[in-house]
């Protein structure tokens, strides 16, 4: 799955831009299926995908619409999809986009490399396999997809705002 290092993101959205052109005609954050949260009080950015988690509450789709892919990517029956909205809904950091009544889920582009990894002009990106990880942290937060992404941004962001307020570098 998409990995974003967040003391290596600058929020430049070039993996929005990416992640768009390579699935529609043309770029928009709204086409995109990796969305950047941008936190312009603190000056953190973080570009969010699906992050395939252990919980994986997406899949509580009344039409079993939605399964697990190969690789860990949340496929997606779009015959199968009515546009109840309750993956867009349950993901609990917003990583779930929606265009043309229908879910966008990140796809790691198919048996090639994954776009926003490719144009990454930090390497903030990377395509991780094995990796598992819990939002059940996050599962209680009620909110837009919008205000999901800035509050799992706020708080994966507290260690290197820590380290600010105290003058150590917590970038490596």
């Known amino acids: 799955m998409i990995r974003c290092d967040i003391g290596l993101c600058v929020g ?3 993996c929005e831009v990416s ?3 390579g ?4 770029v928009s954050s709204e086409l995109s299926r990796i969305r ?7 000056g953190i950015d973080l570009a969010i995908a699906c992050l395939s988690c252990l919980e994986k509450p997406c899949l509580e789709c009344p039409t079993l619409a939605l399964s697990v892919g190969s690789r860990g990517e949340i496929v ?3 015959d199968d999809c009515i546009n109840c909205r309750a993956c867009y809904e349950a993901c609990p950091v917003g990583a779930v986009g929606y265009h043309d009544d229908l ?5 790691l582009c198919g048996d090639g490399p994954p776009a926003c990894v490719e144009v990454c002009p930090t390497g903030a990106l990377s395509n991780t396999e094995d990796v598992e990880i819990s939002l059940r942290a996050f599962m ?3 909110g837009k997809p919008g205000q999901k992404r800035a509050n799992y941004a706020t708080i994966e962001s507290e260690p290197i705002r820590e380290g600010w307020a105290s003058g150590v570098r917590v970038d490596g």
């Not at 950047?36 to 603190?42: F, H, N």
């Not at 879910?103 to 796809?107: A, R």
Request: some cysteine.
């Open 36 to 42: 950047v949260a941008k936190m312009e009080g603190s």
């Open 19 to 21: 992640c768009s052109a």
């Open 76 to 78: 997606l029956e779009e």
């Open 12 to 14: 430049c959205r070039m």
């Open 140 to 142: 209680g937060f009620d």
């Open 23 to 26: 699935h529609y005609v043309g």
């Open 103 to 107: 879910p966008l889920f990140c796809d």
